[in-house]
């Protein structure tokens, strides 16, 4: 919280926090771009002829993960101070999800 | 900082969702339910994958899925997420007229995702792809509704907030809401980004 540093001038921190938020709009928009760019791959991958299941769906997972670690760190602002404890209950949560889906894939025959 | 203080663009804390105790805690308690939201998806998931291939007769992945609906439903959700990303950036500028126009739009993309998701839905009933029709049908309904279901909650949340607060302008009060809210928002659209991979892409590879 910087609310306790601009009390001298506040034209001059609000300028300084304009300029850190259009900066952090930029990074945004770069891990969007980013973002798009792998969901292309991802459906290229799919509907390429060339690419065999076995190395398809390994490699868009992995675009996933990707994907969604841009849109946890940057779009929900996980990789700002102040994170961790969300990253401790997202990361629970993902263990977890990683049990279940293990345990149901290696259980369920029919 | 107080709740209810008036506020400028001078005196706007630099990380407003956060500047009230009121405000610290829900967004810990958000973060705590979206671990428990991780864990929900992941039990449909888990069922999903188990059985997606108990098609009992009825139509398989493979048959039912076309490439441009789904391609055309994530580019909406994931433009939709970074038109909220836009909205906090206006909202930590303290201009909420500019945060109010990016929910909207933000809100008009969610709503498109739906509309084509219900389309889709009533297409596959049309195939004879029915609730009831297989293990694979009740599991992918499930899964995809649930997360469609989410969408729709969302909407109605963003728009409550953005009608109930549309006279009182940003403050202390209300900043934390909208941040949670757009927190949430693109929580669906990683749960998405799971789905069409794992339903749509791997179902199309077969």
């Known amino acids: 919280m910087a609310n306790h540093t601009h009390v001298q001038n506040p034209k001059v921190d609000v300028q300084y926090r304009r300029k ?3 900066e952090e709009m930029k990074h945004q928009i770069v891990s969007f771009t980013l973002m ?3 969901t292309l791959i991802a459906f290229f991958a799919v509907g390429y002829e060339g690419f065999s299941a076995w190395f398809s769906v390994p490699f868009i ?3 996933a993960v990707v994907q969604v670690i841009f849109q946890l760190y940057y779009f929900m602002h996980m990789s700002h101070k102040g994170h961790e404890l969300p990253a401790l209950f ?3 949560g993902a263990l977890v999800a990683f049990v279940t889906i293990w345990a149901f894939l290696t259980i369920v025959w029919i | 900082m107080h709740v209810e203080e008036k506020l400028t663009a001078e005196t706007f804390p630099a990380e407003p969702e956060k500047a009230t105790l009121e405000g610290k805690n829900k967004f810990l308690g958000f973060w705590f339910f979206l671990g428990g939201e991780t864990v929900l ?7 999903y994958l188990a059985l997606k291939d108990s ?3 009825g139509p398989s992945a493979k048959e039912l899925f076309q490439m441009p609906i789904v ?3 994530t580019m909406l959700l994931l433009t939709s997420s970074l038109t909220s990303v836009y909205a906090m950036h206006h909202m930590r500028n303290f201009d909420f007229k500019k945060m109010q126009l990016w929910l909207g739009i933000t809100v008009f993309l969610g709503a498109a995702f739906l509309a084509l998701e219900i389309y889709e839905f009533t297409e596959y009933v049309h195939e004879g792809f029915k609730f009831s029709t297989s293990a694979f049908s009740s599991a992918f309904y499930t899964l995809v509704g649930t997360h469609g279901g989410h969408v729709a909650f969302g909407l109605l949340w963003i728009l409550t907030l953005m009608i109930r607060n549309a006279k009182r302008g940003l403050n202390l009060y209300n900043a934390p809401k909208f941040y949670v809210a757009s927190l949430y928002w693109h929580f669906i659209d990683v749960v998405w980004v799971f789905i069409f991979t794992v339903v749509y892409l791997m179902g199309m590879v077969g």
């Open chain 2, 55 to 57: 098609v009992a007769g």
């Open chain 1, 36 to 38: 798009i760019f792998l």
């Open chain 1, 20 to 22: 850190k938020n259009a």
């Open chain 1, 90 to 92: 997202l990361y629970g």
């Open chain 2, 41 to 47: 998806f992941a039990s449909l998931f888990a069922t």
């Open chain 1, 61 to 63: 997972l992995l675009l």
């Open chain 2, 71 to 73: 391609f055309l439903a």
